[in-house]
């Protein structure tokens, strides 16, 4: 309800918006699954966003929104969610949560100081400085040249390197630890595609457990699929 030209300047009716954001309402309601396709202009973000953010609220559970993009995640982040704040009126909350390879580990971290590592020494004085600023100890806020992504690899929070509840970091400090915090505590929970199906696969089980999805940018997700459910073999 309520007229949207007066809460957004320059916004415009469009038919299909609206269209697919009651099919996504009552998909959300009756259960079952939904194929959308939108075509450009039809501000689909939004109209999916819109009924997400209602049943979330009102039903208490979560709803993920897997993108292929990180483009389209901080679109979503920083404009589309804010915005479907605006329109409800409905203070909730979302959070982007990443795979275990873009936080920092601080086991690991630690282990490289005791070692005094010379090789990586650069990376890790560098680290130094935005561990002071970083609330979620996600690498992407930094830009890494080429030789510092391969390094960075060997501080990632990857699961085959995770002590779990037996590190003495998991409670408090751990950055894994601290973004399933912010997912079990978020109404929306921006994903991407490989997160998804890593976690589908339980590789990477950063996600509360969750029985509302939406895939957006999903002509994507065979191809990504493809990629992580391959297992590849050559010939040597």
């Given at each position: 309800?309520?007229?949207?030209?007066?809460?957004?300047?320059?916004?415009q009716y469009?038919p299909?918006?609206?269209?697919?954001?009651?099919?996504?309402?009552?998909?959300?309601?009756?259960?079952?699954?939904?194929?959308?396709?939108?075509?450009t202009?039809?501000?689909?973000s939004l109209a999916?966003?819109l009924p997400?953010?209602?049943?979330?609220?009102?039903?208490?559970?979560?709803?993920?929104?897997?993108?292929?993009?990180?483009?389209?995640?901080?679109?979503?982040?920083n404009?589309?969610?804010?915005?479907a704040?605006?329109?409800s009126g409905?203070d909730f909350?979302?959070?982007?949560?990443?795979?275990r390879?873009?936080?920092?580990?601080l086991r690991?971290?630690e282990?490289?100081?005791?070692?005094n590592?010379?090789?990586?020494?650069?990376?890790?004085?560098?680290?130094?400085?935005w561990?002071?600023?970083?609330e979620t100890?996600d690498?992407?806020?930094?830009?890494?040249?080429?030789?510092e992504?391969?390094?960075?690899q060997q501080?990632?929070?990857?699961?085959e390197?995770?002590?779990?509840?037996?590190?003495?970091?998991?409670?408090g400090?751990?950055?894994?630890?601290?973004?399933?915090?912010?997912?079990?505590?978020?109404?929306?929970?921006?994903?991407?595609?490989?997160?998804?199906?890593?976690?589908?696969?339980?590789?990477?089980?950063i996600?509360?457990?969750?029985?509302?999805l939406?895939?957006?940018?999903?002509h994507?997700?065979e191809?990504?699929?493809?990629?992580?459910?391959?297992?590849?073999?050559n010939?040597y």
């Amino acid at each position: 309800g309520g007229n949207k030209e007066t809460i957004i300047p320059g916004f415009q009716y469009r038919p299909e918006q609206e269209k697919m954001a009651r099919k996504t309402a009552e998909c959300l309601n009756q259960g079952g699954y939904l194929a959308v396709e939108a075509g450009t202009g039809t501000g689909k973000s939004l109209a999916y966003l819109l009924p997400a953010v209602l049943w979330s609220t009102n039903s208490g559970h979560k709803v993920i929104v897997s993108t292929h993009t990180i483009n389209l995640q901080e679109q979503l982040k920083n404009k589309d969610i804010p915005l479907a704040g605006e329109i409800s009126g409905i203070d909730f909350s979302a959070s982007v949560i990443k795979g275990r390879s873009h936080y920092l580990c601080l086991r690991k971290w630690e282990h490289f100081f005791k070692e005094n590592d010379c090789e990586i020494l650069p990376l890790l004085m560098r680290l130094v400085i935005w561990l002071k600023e970083t609330e979620t100890g996600d690498i992407d806020d930094l830009i890494l040249n080429k030789k510092e992504k391969g390094e960075w690899q060997q501080l990632a929070a990857v699961s085959e390197t995770c002590l779990g509840s037996k590190c003495r970091f998991f409670r408090g400090q751990c950055f894994v630890s601290r973004a399933r915090k912010l997912a079990e505590q978020s109404h929306v929970i921006i994903v991407n595609h490989s997160l998804l199906l890593a976690n589908a696969m339980a590789n990477d089980s950063i996600l509360p457990d969750y029985k509302y999805l939406v895939i957006d940018e999903a002509h994507h997700l065979e191809k990504v699929a493809e990629e992580q459910f391959a297992i590849e073999i050559n010939y040597y």
